[in-house]
Each structure stands twice: as structure tokens, then as C-alpha cells.
Nanobody, 126 residues
């Protein structure tokens, strides 16, 4: 099990940028595929982006493709989500998730992930 703590959320105007960070505890961060999800009020939690163990492969939801960039630094036990050209519809609580795995796949289903952070609020004003 790994503990995850997100940070970097806040209030930003449409067209602005934010970078979210997710710090993981434990010495085996490189054994985890990581993902970002978000949940807007009254909606289900939805997939945003995923990255494999090595950071060499990434995947994005169509709604954020070309605007968001996921990356990771295994030496720092941290995964990032750079969010550019933000839109009001990006407003949500953003969650980091981790899946312990021996493969190098990316995972985009909520049920694939074992551990979750507490979330960080992102609000985009129009």
C-alpha cells in the first residue's frame, strides 16, 4: 500500500495553467503505475490521464488531450499533471491513484487502481 498526497490545486481563470503534484510514500514508487482522475459535483469520477511505471508511456482522456501533460520523477516519488489552457469544465476535485504492478502498462479504469489520494480542488473561472 502507498500513501498519496496531492497538491497544487487552486482557483485559476480560463486559459490559465496549474501543475498538480502527487507525492507517494514508500521506497517502491517505481513499481506503481499512476493515474489522475477527477470528479465534478454531481458527476462520477472520471479518468484524466495515466502513466506507466517507467514514465515512458502515457495516456489521456480525449477531453484533456493536447492540454494536459502527465509526468513522473521516480527518484522523488512524485507524479505531476501539468494543466494548460484550462476551461471551466475542468473544474473538479482531482485525485491521484496508484496501482502496484510488475508490467509497464497504463491503466485507465477506476477499478484498476488500489490506492487513492485525498484529492485537490481545481476551480476554473470563466
Amino acid at each position: 500500500q502507498v500513501q498519496l498526497v496531492e497538491s497544487g490545486g487552486g482557483l485559476v481563470q480560463a486559459g490559465g495553467s496549474l501543475r498538480l503534484s502527487c507525492a507517494a510514500s514508500g521506497p517502491t514508487f517505481s513499481m506503481y503505475a499512476m493515474g489522475w482522475f477527477r470528479q465534478a459535483p454531481g458527476k462520477d469520477r472520471e479518468f484524466v490521464s495515466a502513466i506507466n511505471r517507467s514514465g515512458g508511456s502515457t495516456y489521456y482522456a480525449d477531453s484533456v488531450k493536447g492540454r494536459f501533460l502527465i509526468s513522473r520523477e521516480n527518484a522523488k516519488n512524485t507524479v505531476y499533471l501539468q494543466m494548460n489552457s484550462l476551461k471551466p469544465e475542468d473544474t473538479a476535485v482531482y485525485y491521484c491513484a496508484a496501482k502496484f504492478t510488475s508490467d509497464y502498462k497504463k491503466y485507465y479504469q477506476r477499478t484498476d487502481y488500489d490506492d487513492w489520494g485525498q484529492g485537490t480542488q481545481v476551480t476554473v473561472s470563466s
